[in-house]
């Protein structure tokens, strides 16, 4: 595959009109086969073969046993293979491995006056690349958010205009290398390639965001088992991507703790009692948890749902604090807009959106994923906003310049980026990317 493309969408369709997405989460591990269908007005994608199973292995995206994160996504893999009656040899691999983060450089060159050519704007490009090349991280997506030609800003394509100097603003999310790695070689082990790699909150928006919401500015959060991840759009294009290490496995060892009841019996309490905000009646609700150690003459332990209520709510304002906290560490408090959008399995409680909106002073709403030809209703609710996402990318996503699996940055081309700027002209540019890539 080339270094440079122009549409997301176009990089790992299958020469068959077939391609596969693998989510592997800390929660579940979901595979998706699907073909492009021809329609009236083009194609559109029809999943045919959905495998899904509890991970194992995986703890806050990173692996924690390769074997068992390799039986697990071996497993969904043949199931979703045997419903499509297909098999497949790689994916597009969705994950928050290597906590993917954004970093945002500007990049000015000469053009001396004449029209900018496509070498004009790919040589920008890869300067900027080269500026975001940290030893022990691996680049997973760019995206230019603007141009500018002389002192005309805003400028979305600048090939063919005239000026002496061509800028870019460029986006680029990047992971930590070594947890990427374990994880793509648990994908390895299954005998399948690894076309690309998405960072799962970028995934989750473009599966959630509806309308002109990413025109305007909107944030979303992905909201996960063991991590909470988040995207910011603005002017329809990826700003920012960011996660924190805290998602709905923390509220749930927190109640288990606070009721001493086992880890699952929390789970189900949560699921069936839970609540963000109180209720008249949460002091005279009882419920029942079963105590840690369940003899056989134990009896169930009663508690009042404002005491569960009391243990979920801090846990869920610390999320949506440190969420603020990472946007205005960033700047992106103005930029990230009044949208807010929350998705991913742990978004499901009762007053999750008043509370996210109280804490981000933003307007809120749960989002659900797009619906998609072939995916039934058990598999189309927020849980699955990440997965689904990976399948409207082929379809429709804002233009990025990477194409195929991610660049590694070794320590040997970071090495070559701290020279001297007298010696990195643009040739050295092309030389970089060569021989690091």
Request: charged share 20%; with cysteine.
């Amino acid at each position: 595959m080339g270094l440079f493309t122009g549409k997301g969408g176009d990089q790992a369709s299958g020469k068959s009109g077939v391609y596969a997405a693998l989510e592997v989460g800390a929660a579940k591990t979901v595979c998706f086969i699907v073909k492009s269908e021809a329609t009236l007005t083009g194609t559109r994608p029809r999943v045919v073969g959905v495998g899904h199973h509890s991970s194992a292995g995986i703890r806050a995206g990173a692996v924690v046993d390769i074997d068992a994160a390799a039986g697990v996504i071996r497993a969904v893999v043949d199931s979703a293979e045997r419903m499509a009656r297909q098999a497949i040899s790689e994916v597009s691999l969705v994950t928050t491995a290597g906590s993917p983060a954004s970093e945002r450089v500007s990049v000015e060159a000469p053009v001396s006056g004449h029209a900018v050519s496509e070498r004009d704007r790919s040589r920008v490009l890869a300067a900027g690349l080269q500026r975001c090349a940290r030893p022990g991280r691996a680049l997973l997506h760019a995206m230019p958010v603007s141009w500018r030609v002389d002192d005309h800003r805003g400028v979305k394509d600048p090939r063919g205009m005239a000026g002496r100097a061509l800028a870019v603003d460029l986006h680029v999310v990047s992971a930590q290398a070594d947890p990427l790695r374990n994880l793509m070689n648990a994908v390895a082990q299954c005998h399948l390639e690894v076309s690309e790699v998405i960072a799962s909150p970028y995934a989750a928006a473009l599966s959630v965001l509806a309308g002109d919401e990413a025109l305007l500015g909107a944030t979303v959060l992905d909201m996960g088992a063991d991590t909470t991840s988040l995207a910011v759009f603005a002017d329809g294009v990826p700003i920012h991507v960011d996660m924190v290490p805290v998602g709905g496995n923390h509220v749930t060892r927190d109640i288990a703790r606070g009721l001493s009841t086992p880890v699952h019996a929390a789970e189900r309490i949560k699921a069936l009692y839970g609540s963000a905000l109180d209720s008249p009646d949460d002091d005279r609700t009882m419920i029942e948890a079963p105590p840690v150690a369940n003899a056989p003459d134990a009896g169930m332990n009663q508690y009042p749902r404002a005491l569960l209520n009391a243990i979920i709510r801090p846990r869920l304002e610390e999320i949506f604090e440190l969420v603020r906290d990472r946007l205005d560490a960033a700047g992106m408090n103005e930029a990230s807009g009044r949208i807010l959008v929350l998705t991913g399995g742990a978004s499901q409680l009762p007053g999750m959106v008043e509370l996210a909106g109280r804490v981000l002073r933003r307007q809120t709403r749960l989002g659900r994923p797009a619906a998609i030809a072939g995916l039934g209703d058990a598999l189309a609710g927020a849980g699955f906003a990440a997965s689904t996402g990976a399948l409207a990318r082929h379809a429709r996503a804002p233009a990025e310049i990477l194409s195929g699996p991610p660049r590694f940055v070794t320590d040997a081309a970071a090495r070559r980026v701290a020279r001297p700027a007298s010696d990195r002209g643009p040739a050295a540019v092309w030389r970089w990317f060569a021989e690091s890539f």
